[in-house]
C-alpha cells in the first residue's frame, strides 16, 4: 500500500460491518404504519399516486426505493360499501344480493300449490331497489342473471318459465304507466296473455313436460279458461301492488342513500 513501507507492520485485531441504521432501516418501523396501514388502507392498490412524486418509501427491504406514481389517484379512496367507484361496486353488490334472494325466492315454488305463481311475483319485486339505485341497464342484467339461475336451480320449472316470461315487468311498468290509460291497460293485457301462451306452449309441445301435460288434459276446457282468467286477475293485483310499493320502495331508497352519499 505505501512505497516507503511505513504501513507494512499495521495489523487487524477484528472485523465489523457498521450497518448505518439510521439511513437503512425499513421504511415503516411502527404498529400501524406497515403497508397495509399505509398507501393502501387509502387506496386500495399499487395504481394510487401521481408520476414524479417519490417522498414515500416502500417496506421491500431495499434502502431508497420509492413507489412509482402513475397518472393520477385513483377516485375510489375508502373501504365503505356506498364509497367505491363512483357507486359501481355498490351496484354490483346490491345486484348480486338481491339477485341471489331472487332465486332464494324462487327456490321455494314447491312449499306451497299456490308458491308457483306467487314466487314470481315475490322474485320480480326484488328488481325494484335495484332499478331505483342502479338504473335500467343493471336491472336487466340482474333480471337476466336470476332467471337462468332460477332455472338452473329451482325445483319448480313452471314457475321459472313464468319467472323468465314475466319477471321483467317492473322495469317496463314504468314505461306502459307513460301512455294512455286504455292503451296502457290493453297493452299490459296483451303482454301477459302472449307472455303466459308462449311459456305454455313452450312447456307443454316443445319441452313436453309429461307432469304439466297430463294436469291440463284432465283439467278440461272451462278449467283451464277459468285459470287463464285468474292469471289475468293475479297479473291485474300484481300491477295495483307495484303502484303502491313503488313510492315506498324509493323513499326507503332515498332515506339510505342519504345516509350513505
Not at 385513483?74 to 359501481?88: E, P
Not at 313464468?162 to 306502459?176: D, N, Q, R, T, W
Request: glycine share 6%; with cysteine.
Amino acid at each position: 500500500l505505501d512505497s516507503s513501507g511505513c504501513l507494512c507492520r499495521m495489523r487487524m485485531f477484528a472485523s465489523g460491518i457498521h450497518l448505518q441504521v439510521a439511513q437503512q432501516r425499513r421504511a415503516q418501523t411502527g404498529t400501524g404504519q406497515h403497508a397495509l396501514d399505509g398507501l393502501f388502507e387509502d387506496e386500495l392498490g399499487l395504481l394510487t399516486q401521481v408520476i414524479g412524486r417519490s417522498g414515500v418509501t416502500l417496506a421491500a427491504g431495499i434502502t431508497r426505493v420509492t413507489d412509482v406514481h402513475l397518472v393520477r389517484h385513483l377516485l375510489a379512496r375508502k373501504l365503505h360499501f356506498v364509497s367505491v367507484c363512483g357507486h359501481a361496486s355498490r351496484d354490483l353488490a346490491l345486484c348480486g344480493v338481491l339477485c341471489a334472494l331472487a332465486v332464494a325466492i324462487m327456490a321455494m315454488g314447491t312449499i306451497l300449490p299456490a308458491a308457483t305463481y306467487c314466487c314470481p311475483v315475490l322474485a320480480s319485486m326484488t328488481l325494484v331497489p335495484v332499478l331505483i339505485l342502479c338504473g335500467e341497464r343493471l336491472s336487466w342484467a340482474m333480471f337476466a342473471a336470476s332467471a337462468i339461475l332460477s332455472l338452473l336451480l329451482a325445483p319448480d320449472k313452471e314457475a321459472a318459465a313464468i319467472f323468465l316470461a314475466l319477471g321483467y315487468y317492473p322495469i317496463v311498468k314504468p314505461k306502459l304507466d307513460r301512455m294512455k290509460k286504455p292503451r296502457r291497460a290493453a297493452l299490459k293485457l296483451l303482454l301477459f296473455n302472449a307472455a303466459i301462451f308462449a311459456v305454455y306452449g313452450a312447456l307443454l309441445f316443445i319441452f313436453r313436460l309429461d307432469a304439466l301435460r297430463e294436469e291440463f288434459f284432465s283439467m278440461g276446457l272451462w278449467l283451464t279458461l277459468a285459470l287463464i282468467l285468474g292469471g289475468n286477475v293475479i297479473f291485474w293485483l300484481d300491477d295495483k301492488l307495484l303502484e303502491r310499493a313503488v313510492p315506498r320502495i324509493a323513499a326507503l331508497c332515498a332515506r339510505w342513500t342519504r345516509k350513505h352519499p
